[in-house]
């Protein structure tokens, strides 16, 4: 094991503690810019960026004319991020409130999905007012609109970096689109503003449209309450990786851990997924059950008995990310095993300990991951990433 780093922080408490309106410091900056036509957010994950739009979208809605908010995210999961939250009791002046069927990061197909964008856009009615999509759906859906369809509308694209000034990129044509064509008010949030890629997310003269609010790691991970140090250790094996996992094993065996298994393509895979996951279950412990839910119930060596969640196996997985998209105790879960979910944008604050498997070119991806345990949480004063390397 190589540990490359170990940073301390002075847990002083700002980036977590809010003002009168329920605010938080990086919060607080992008609401001064609210009134803003085009708003890039640049800001960590866990630092509140959702939270962040929800204060914008409401006073535009409320008090700048505006009709509507579409809220884009790149995966379903994420949509947890932006469901109903109660703001008046921490003393804003309204609810966010989305209704159940404007949420469409949840059941339905792709198709009824996108049918039920078109009408979003086209109703009438005051209290359509908020809608939750995917990138895919908002892509889709933009076929069959034009961007003076969304004049008056504020468009929220979370994960910013997806978009691509590339000729191929779809989404990056509906941005342009919108952009030039519309009178829409747009709102970027990203926690890594480039890509994986040597492509320009916009060119520069989209990119002068916007008003920036900038929110550093420093800031945010200085200014948490409970965690106080972070640290990335790298481990190198030979043959496949199941040897080196096992001696790792009591690392995390009792933190809340994310793992994060090889792409099937890579040299570390094993090119069976499946398989994978069933021997990281063995090393765990004994598996015990798997509820209505999908949740794997295992018992360590020490009797533990885990909560775990297969990310990986397509079957039942809907089922699965329906318990995550709902779970909100620290007792509810205890270990994720994913392959391509679970990182950008997935919310699971107690999270402590990410451990990945095989090399990342991408150093998005990288900071994603990371990102999902750097979150402050009263479970934990230590973050680890750890990643595990042919």
């Not at 008090?63 to 790149?74: D, R, T």
């Not at 078109?118 to 609109?145: C, G, K, N, V, Y």
């Not at 468009?155 to 910013?160: G, P, V, Y």
């Not at 990786?241 to 994060?260: G, M, N, Q, S, W």
Request: net charge negative; proline share 2%; glycine share 6%.
């Amino acid at each position: 094991m190589s540990k490359v780093f170990e940073i301390s922080y002075k847990q002083k408490g700002t980036s977590v503690n809010t003002n009168e309106l329920g605010m938080r410091e990086m919060q607080a900056k992008v609401y001064a810019k609210r009134t803003k036509q085009h708003l890039l957010v640049k800001a960590p994950p866990a630092s509140g960026k959702s939270r962040a739009l929800m204060f914008v979208a409401l006073d535009k809605i409320k008090n700048q004319g505006l009709k509507k908010a579409i809220i884009a995210v790149p995966e379903k999961s994420i949509g947890k991020s932006f469901r109903s939250t109660e703001l008046k009791k921490f003393g804003y002046y309204w609810d966010w409130v989305v209704k159940d069927e404007n949420n469409l990061t949840t059941s339905g197909t792709a198709k009824s999905k996108v049918q039920k964008f078109i009408d979003f856009m086209q109703s009438t009615d005051p209290s359509d007012d908020i809608l939750i999509a995917t990138h895919a759906t908002l892509r889709f859906a933009s076929e069959q609109l034009d961007a003076s369809d969304f004049d008056d509308c504020l468009l929220a694209i979370d994960e910013f970096h997806h978009v691509s000034q590339d000729d191929n990129s779809v989404l990056g044509e509906v941005l342009r689109d919108v952009l030039r064509n519309s009178t829409a008010h747009i709102f970027a949030m990203t926690g890594s503003y480039f890509r994986g890629d040597s492509i320009p997310i916009l060119d520069t003269q989209d990119e002068q449209l916007f008003d920036r609010v900038t929110y550093t790691y420093y800031e945010q991970l200085e200014g948490y309450k409970y965690l106080k140090s972070f640290a990335m250790a790298y481990k190198f094996y030979r043959g496949q990786y199941f040897e080196a996992l096992e001696e790792l094993v009591p690392e995390f065996i009792d933190k809340k851990t994310i793992i994060h298994i090889p792409n099937v393509n890579s040299v570390e895979s094993t090119r069976d997924k499946y398989g994978e996951v069933d021997k990281i279950l063995d090393l765990l412990g004994t598996y015990l059950e798997k509820d209505e839910y999908g949740i794997i119930y295992l018992k360590t060596k020490t009797g533990r008995i885990l909560k775990i969640a297969d990310l990986v196996t397509e079957e039942g997985r809907d089922g699965v990310a329906g318990y995550l998209s709902k779970m909100d105790k620290v007792e509810d879960l205890d270990m994720i095993i994913a392959l391509g979910m679970a990182k950008e944008g997935f919310d699971w604050p107690y999270a402590e300990y990410a451990l990945t498997i095989g090399y990342r070119s991408s150093l998005t991806e990288i900071v994603q991951i990371i990102g999902r345990v750097t979150r402050d949480s009263f479970n934990k004063s230590e973050a680890v990433f750890t990643n595990l390397i042919a």
